[in-house]
Antibody
């Protein structure tokens, strides 16, 4: 059964960086693009960017350009999201979410989600 | 960016009711719209894609309609498991993908 297992909650100070992992299993790692979506308390989800695991190609939302880096490790089937220069308003649950499209053809919506990683930015 | 506006923000209903949620896009997105259900402390769950296509395993009481800028999600005969928050997401313009602010369906 396909699943996405994310790393645990993090508490960071303003200005620091955080790196969240998303371990995939139960399907072919390179078959589906992987997105990162965050959700601040009481808010709707917000798309951050995605990676094509087969070639590592990435696209980021302009809002996060320069602060977010999405990478993957094909040997372990893990996708990472690193967010730098953290601010208080980066406090949110961060999700990895699998694109339903297959073989480098993203469909741009998400059929499988991780359970989320709470990142708290606090001084 | 394409703004997605959902209404109402909260909806009170009873088991067995028919419920309709509206999502409006700030400009036309064709039929490139998905709906998700989210329960407290859980990740969103895909219900509908391409405005009206039901995801595998989703009960047939959920349906979606619309195109262009106006879309609806309907739940016929609301069940206890359906009390949750619902989000629309547009993918007509992928840069960036955007979600609505959510509609919370609560018990009347």
């Amino acid at each position: 059964q396909a699943q996405l297992v994310q790393s645990g909650a993090e508490v960071k100070k303003p200005g620091a960086s955080v790196k969240v992992s998303c371990k995939t299993s139960g399907y072919s790692f390179s078959k589906h693009c992987m997105h990162w979506v965050r959700q601040a308390p009481g808010q709707g989800p917000e798309w951050m960017g995605y990676i094509n695991p087969s070639d590592g190609d990435t696209t980021y939302a302009q809002k996060f350009q320069g602060r977010v880096t999405i990478t993957r490790d094909t040997s372990t089937s893990v996708v990472y999201m690193e967010l730098s220069s953290l601010r208080f308003d980066d406090t949110a649950v961060y999700y990895c979410a699998r694109d339903q499209g297959e073989w480098e053809l993203p469909f741009w919506y998400f059929d499988l989600w991780g359970r989320g990683t709470l990142v708290t930015v606090s001084s | 960016d394409i703004q997605m506006t959902q209404s109402p923000s909260t909806l009170s209903a009873s088991v067995g009711d028919r419920v309709t949620i509206t999502c409006r896009a700030s400009r036309g997105i064709g039929s490139w719209l998905a709906w998700y259900q989210q329960k407290p402390g859980k990740a969103p769950n895909l219900l509908i894609y391409k405005a009206s296509s039901l995801e595998v395993g989703v009960p047939s009481r959920f349906s979606g309609t619309g195109s262009g800028t106006e879309f609806t999600l309907t739940i016929t005969s609301l069940q206890p498991d359906d009390f949750a928050t619902y989000y629309c997401q547009q993918y007509g313009n992928f840069s960036p993908l955007t979600f609505g602010g959510g509609t919370r369906v609560e018990i009347k």
